[in-house]
């Protein structure tokens, strides 16, 4: 693994601890303020926000990936999201080929639901549950001089168009309101992998939005900025 990878591997790491240290650190400071007096805020029926996926701006400056994601949430009665999720990956990892380059690039969506709990003034915690899709094209050019006890049909470049995946989410959500409008928050997410189109004699390597295909199920973290109206 290269210098540059462990770097961001390490700083998406730091930033995960610091978020979880945000919630205990909110957390004492919310509990020992719970005997003051409040004012009763009357339960909004629908709460618009957008998000964007800060975490993955940290990979763009290398050559391995480049990856943008935003959502849309509509909060109902500050209890029931409807999420939206957009997001397009480029991804080029180095250890596909070792005798040529490979690269996935496209668009995926998710789109789900789930439950909030206010369990502190200014933290939510929740859990949702979310269905997305990738469509996608998959590259490689392969060197032929180079190659070493691989098929022939392999020693050359292929591209493949429209390439399709889909699978379901389970994710822990929290946040922490920083003001009215912004809050920063963290999504720890079990993706299952249901299906996606199968390709011979290589088969796909990389699903933008998911991650390896030939991995039935992958955990992850995301680390967002929300903007609510």
Not at 45 to 72: C, F, N, Q, R
């Amino acid at each position: 693994m290269s210098g540059k990878i462990r770097f961001v591997f390490r700083m998406k790491k730091y930033l995960v601890y610091g978020v979880m240290l945000m919630a205990i650190q909110s957390f004492a400071q919310e509990t020992s303020e719970a005997g003051e007096d409040s004012v009763l805020v009357p339960v909004r029926s629908i709460i618009p926000s957008i998000y964007i996926d800060y975490g993955k701006l940290i990979a763009i400056p290398l050559d391995i990936e480049t990856k943008y994601e935003v959502g849309i949430e509509l909060l109902i009665q500050e209890k029931v999201p409807l999420i939206l999720e957009v997001g397009m990956a480029t991804l080029n990892p180095t250890k596909v080929y070792a005798n040529g380059s490979y690269q996935s690039e496209g668009m995926y969506y998710r789109f789900g639901t789930g439950i909030y709990s206010q369990f502190l003034p200014k933290n939510k915690l929740g859990f949702t549950f979310k269905y997305a899709i990738s469509s996608f094209d998959e590259s490689a050019t392969l060197d032929s001089e180079n190659t070493i006890n691989v098929p022939d049909i392999l020693s050359a470049s292929y591209s493949r168009k429209d390439v399709a995946a889909n699978w379901i989410e389970f994710a822990l959500y929290t946040d922490r309101q920083i003001n009215k409008f912004l809050a920063l928050g963290l999504n720890l997410r079990l993706r299952y992998l249901l299906d996606y189109d199968r390709q011979t004699p290589e088969d796909v390597y990389s699903i933008p939005g998911y991650g390896r295909s030939f991995d039935t199920s992958i955990p992850a973290a995301n680390l967002f900025l929300k903007i609510s109206f």
